[in-house]
């Protein structure tokens, strides 16, 4: 199974704050690569995928790039609907697996 | 628009099969492929597998021996069965459509079921 290893786990931010979480992959994957949101009690909900593009929807501040083993997802300027768990997902190989997720809390 | 809403017994025993229906409605639920995803607090998000009216079939090796998913397409609905359940299997379980990119672009509200006797 691939493995994703999402960085930090927690992490502490203001709103207006820029906001950057990292997801590596055990093996490259290229760009089979989804982000998602989750609050709590709440389903996750798609935010990017292919590495980079913006599901129909989901504001602008958010931005994902890269490819192979490393990705990130940004939020440009947080707002607080922002605060919420994030997971990545490889889409690359059976099993489909998840990050462990980062939770983006108040300061 | 499209919704996803499961359905199904919140409590098994031990032993026992877990069964659980997700019901689409606003669209059809032919020539797409449906996924299910568990999360635990001990696993995080966990995918199950995923199925599509013509049979075809992805299931996670690490429950393939013990999963079966089936659609009836005159009723819009997909159906999980998890055999010989343990308290490992207690979460909240998750419908979902497979979009484009292979992504899971549509969720439903999520299931909680608890494993005890």
């Known amino acids: 199974d691939i493995q994703l290893t999402q960085s930090p786990a927690f992490l502490s931010a203001s709103v207006g704050d820029r906001v950057t979480i990292t997801c590596r992959a055990s093996q490259g994957i290229t760009t089979y690569s989804a982000w998602y949101q989750q609050k709590p009690g709440k389903a996750p909900k798609l935010l990017i995928y292919a590495a980079s593009t913006l599901q129909s929807g989901v504001p602008s501040r958010f931005s994902g790039s890269g490819s192979g083993t490393e990705f990130t997802l940004t939020i440009s300027s947080l707002q607080p609907e922002d605060f919420a768990t994030y997971f990545c997902?490889?889409?690359?190989?059976?099993?489909?697996?998840f990050g462990q997720g980062t939770k983006v809390e108040m300061k | 628009q499209v919704q996803l809403r499961e359905s199904g017994p919140g409590l098994v025993k031990p032993s026992e099969t877990l069964s659980l229906t997700c019901t689409v409605s606003?669209?059809?639920?032919?020539?797409?492929?449906w996924s299910w995803i568990r999360q635990s607090a001990g696993k995080g998000l966990e995918w199950i597998g995923r199925f599509r009216s013509s049979g075809s079939a992805n299931y996670n090796p690490s429950l393939q021996s013990r999963v079966t998913m089936s659609m009836d397409t005159s009723k819009n609905q997909f159906f999980l069965k998890v055999t010989s359940v343990t308290a490992a299997d207690t979460a909240v379980y998750y419908c979902?459509?497979?979009?484009?990119?292979?992504?899971?672009?549509?969720w439903g509200q999520g299931a909680l079921v608890t494993v005890s006797s």
């Open positions: 997902q490889q889409l690359y190989s059976y099993p489909r697996t």
């Open positions: 606003g669209g059809s639920i032919s020539s797409v492929y």
């Open positions: 979902a459509r497979e979009g484009q990119w292979l992504v899971l672009d549509l």
